[in-house]
């Protein structure tokens, strides 16, 4: 069955720490795609990345980085040089199949917290 | 650039009402999703539309809950009797869909729903 681990609840960091959030998750599908939500206060869950199986190219986007690592299977995301407005819920989540049109399993979210 | 939008934002009932919620999605997405996030987890699948054709209900909906999407535009959600452990927040979902591989789906905003 497909699962998502979220293991760090909370995380609290001090502005323009780099902080790196852990995502690991089950699947016995050879393809599959992994996601990354960012939900702020406001509740709106946004959009950051997409991967699917098959590439395994890590990803910078600005302060932005992700690290896909299939032989562990992982998908961490660090924020580097953090700000306060990267305080937020953020969740991974897994969608199955050749499709990922159906449901996304997210991870129960990790926390963070960034003060000035 | 219109996003998914949800009606009404939130939703104060007493237990047994019945209760409806709207969502529209972004105007060129064929695709779907309602979830349901309660306090401190990530959003749980409920059902999804490709157009109009409800092609997956999770076993959280039960027969109470019902969805249609008539015209393959806006979708309802509607749960009949409802009762304390409904109350949650209830989020519309959209995507694009392809033969060729997964989109991401973009989250409107939510539905309160408390039930009292």
């Not at chain 1, 910078?60 to 700000?83: L, M, P, V």
């Not at chain 2, 919620?21 to 309660?38: K, V």
């Not at chain 2, 109350?87 to 039930?115: D, I, K, N, W």
Request: net charge negative; glycine share 8%; with cysteine.
């Amino acid at each position: 069955a497909q699962k998502v681990t979220q293991a760090q609840t909370e995380i609290s960091v001090v502005e323009k720490e780099d902080v790196t959030l852990d995502c690991v998750y089950e699947t016995r599908d050879t393809t599959y795609y992994l996601f990354w939500y960012k939900q702020p206060p406001s509740g709106e869950l946004v959009f950051l990345i997409r991967r699917n199986s098959f590439d395994e190219q890590n990803e910078i986007s600005g302060r932005y980085s992700w690290n896909f690592q299939k032989s562990t299977s992982s998908f961490n995301f660090t924020i580097t040089a953090s700000q306060v407005v990267d305080s937020a819920v953020y969740f991974c989540a897994l969608s199955e199949g050749y499709q990922a049109g159906t449901a996304l399993i997210f991870g129960k979210g990790t926390t963070l917290s960034v003060s000035s | 650039d219109t996003g998914v939008s949800q009606d009404p934002r939130h939703k104060i009932t007493k237990r047994g009402q019945n209760v409806t919620f709207r969502c529209d999605p972004i105007s060129e997405h064929n695709r779907l999703y309602w979830y349901r996030q309660t306090l401190g987890q990530g959003p749980e699948f409920l059902t999804y539309f490709q157009n109009e054709a409800q092609l997956e209900k999770s076993r959280l909906l039960s027969d109470r809950f019902s969805a249609e999407r008539p015209k393959g535009s806006f979708s309802t959600l509607e749960i009949q009797r409802t009762e304390q452990g409904d109350s949650a927040m209830y989020l519309c979902a959209s995507s694009l869909s392809s033969g060729g591989g997964g989109y991401e789906q973009y989250f409107g905003p939510g539905t309160r729903l408390t039930v009292t």
